[in-house]
């Protein structure tokens, strides 16, 4: 069945560090790939977004790129800052279809 | 301002006594979502509907079902709640389904079944 596997956390970084946040996904068809943003004490927001392959979603200074060969949407942001301190979640939705998989999240803290 | 509101916010309760989680959205979408999170589980969704009086079961719905008698509201209800339902749990809606639009969630309801 579908499912999306991400790296394991926490990730801990200095501020200014370069991140990279790695998913991958099991899917039939292709669907749309999708990272979301929780941080403390409120509900998901979504960070970027890829529909189709090679596509490549950017948002705040974060990027991913859909690889269809690799099976893979990893999340990288060239210098990190305290305030992207929060938990990341990699999903996934087949095209027209209700149903939607999430990665278990990673949990990024950066330190001053 | 556009927004998904899940009400309670928190909630301890007993095993077996029926409760509601309610799910309203201000934006007119069409499609609603339920998940549940657990520690190392990540998001599960539970039911999720297209459109009025259009539900369908997503990956954990066992003991629990839904409604969608009017765009705007989409409850949970658990008829016999137990201790294995004591999680975080988000609605979520967008205007088209999942796949094609940003999603926007709720604040979450934190449950308690002791």
């Known amino acids: 069945g579908d499912s999306v596997t991400q790296m394991e956390g926490p990730v801990t970084l200095s501020e200014e560090a370069f991140l990279t946040i790695n998913c991958t996904y099991t899917a039939t068809g292709y669907p749309s790939l999708f990272w979301y943003v929780q941080y403390p004490g409120e509900g998901l927001q979504l960070l970027l977004k890829?529909?189709?392959?090679?596509d490549k979603g950017s948002n705040k200074g974060f990027e991913a790129t859909y690889r269809k060969e690799t099976t893979s949407f990893h999340l990288e942001k060239g210098s990190v800052q305290v305030s992207d301190s929060a938990v990341y979640f990699c999903a996934m939705s087949a095209t027209n279809a209700g149903k939607s998989t999430f990665g278990d999240g990673t949990t990024l803290t950066v330190k001053p | 301002e556009a927004q998904v509101t899940q009400n309670p916010r928190y909630l301890i309760t007993v095993t077996g006594k029926k409760l509601t989680v309610t799910c309203s959205q201000n934006?007119?979408?069409?499609?609603m979502s339920w998940y549940r999170q657990d520690p190392g589980l990540g998001l599960r969704q539970i039911y999720y509907s297209m459109n009025v009086e259009v539900t369908d079961k997503g990956d954990v719905p066992e003991g629990y079902k839904v409604s969608r008698k009017e765009k705007r509201n989409f409850p949970l209800i658990l008829e016999s709640p137990s201790p294995n339902q004591t999680s975080l749990y988000f609605c979520?809606?967008?205007?088209?389904?999942?796949?094609?639009?940003?999603?926007?969630f709720g604040q979450g309801t934190r449950l308690t079944v002791v």
């Open positions: 934006m007119n979408h069409e499609y």
């Open positions: 979520a809606s967008s205007l088209i389904p999942f796949s094609k639009s940003e999603a926007f």
């Open positions: 890829a529909t189709k392959a090679d």
